[in-house]
């Protein structure tokens, strides 16, 4: 596929991540999704393969690569499955990034390299019952006493949290106020198997049952002063660089998603003769297809351009904003039409799109939904 983004080496990527995809997590997605199964051997396998730790620096066992490599390797996987997509970006974005962008020297050595390897996975535990979209509602809270931070609240939609390779979780809480009264929210590591932390998984999902996602509790959970990632008080604002990079992946999914469920209706168009002829030459199936492919496409350029200024240093939260917009609202138009395509069939569990059907929509509403970015882009541009 060419691309003035790309160079031979992002088309390597694609290549090997494609090919892994298809031989590897095709032929188990249907039933892992029926189980609402998470895979430790395909999450070790992925890792195996390097989608763990892609922009990680190889002094801490990742391979040092750009952010359009992960982009990437995430948009590939999720042309085949949505859970496993939500593994990985979720354990890179989320899991790995705070602790590579923010942690100590201590933290990166002690995590990080068995991150890298796909061997375990963090959390990121931000959201709450009553903290969605308002992040700064949360009331989660800490306070540091004879050296530990003792932890009371609770998380909810946390992926990668609560599988048996899951080391711990980065949770945002409330470490104290200001003078001004105002909540000064901190980032804190806790690791599984703290007493006081419990980490249960949510079941009967509509999208993503192969991924894991869990609820946190945290009940007098005591933690080291240590475990404090990054300053007390800057947790807002690692949350919402955190989450601009999150972005990026959830746009990755979308379009992975939409390319894979145009390549499904436009295979089974050209297959399906109604009117003596493939449905694929009918018009207004063609006109249905040739949209999907412009919007597809359009919405690869922009995402791979959020990537490329991110890459060279560039300010780009707007931009991963419009993709994360766009990437998801596609994933869900070009889902939709591959659902009518197929006809009746599209609505059978027999047929992949109605397992894209149900991943897609998520897209518009984790790490923040559609009218949250919305707001975020006219907020950068002065409204």
Known sequence: MDHPFLNEQH??????????????????????????????????????????????????????????????????????DGSHAATVAAGNSLGMNPIYYYGSEEHKKKYLPRLCTGEALFGFGLTEPQAG?????????????????????????????????????????????????????????????????????????????????????????????????????????????????????????????????????????KERVQFGKPISKQQIIGFKLADMAMKIELARNLLYKACWLKDNNKPFAMEAAMSKLYCSEVAQEVANEAVQIHGGYGLMKDYDIERFFRDQRLLQIGEGTSEIQRLVISRYLGC
């Open 11 to 80: 088309q390597l990527i694609r290549e090997s991540v494609r090919d892994f995809a298809e031989r590897e997590i095709k032929p188990r997605a249907k039933e892992l999704d029926e189980k609402q199964e998470f895979s430790i051997e395909l999450t070790r396998k992925m890792g195996e393969i390097g989608l763990f730790g892609m922009v990680v620096s190889p002094e801490y066992g990742g391979q040092g690569l750009d952010y359009l490599s992960y982009i990437i390797a995430i948009e590939e996987i999720a042309r085949v």
């Open 133 to 269: 979209s308002d992040s700064r509602g949360t009331k989660t809270n800490a306070k540091l006493e004879d050296g530990q931070w003792n932890i009371n609240g609770s998380k909810i939609f946390i992926t990668n949290a609560s599988s048996e390779i899951t080391l711990g979780s980065i949770v945002q809480v409330i470490t104290g106020t200001n003078p001004n009264g105002e909540k000064i929210y901190s980032v804190i590591i806790v690791e599984n198997g703290t007493p006081g932390f419990t980490a249960k998984t949510m079941h009967d999902k509509m999208m993503w049952r192969a991924s894991n996602t869990a609820e946190l509790y945290f009940d007098d959970c005591k933690v080291p002063e240590a475990n404090l990632l990054g300053e007390i008080g800057k947790g807002s604002k690692m949350m919402l660089e955190t989450l601009d990079n999150g972005r990026l992946a959830i746009g990755a999914m979308g379009l992975g998603l939409a390319q894979g469920a145009f390549e499904m209706a436009l295979q089974y168009a």
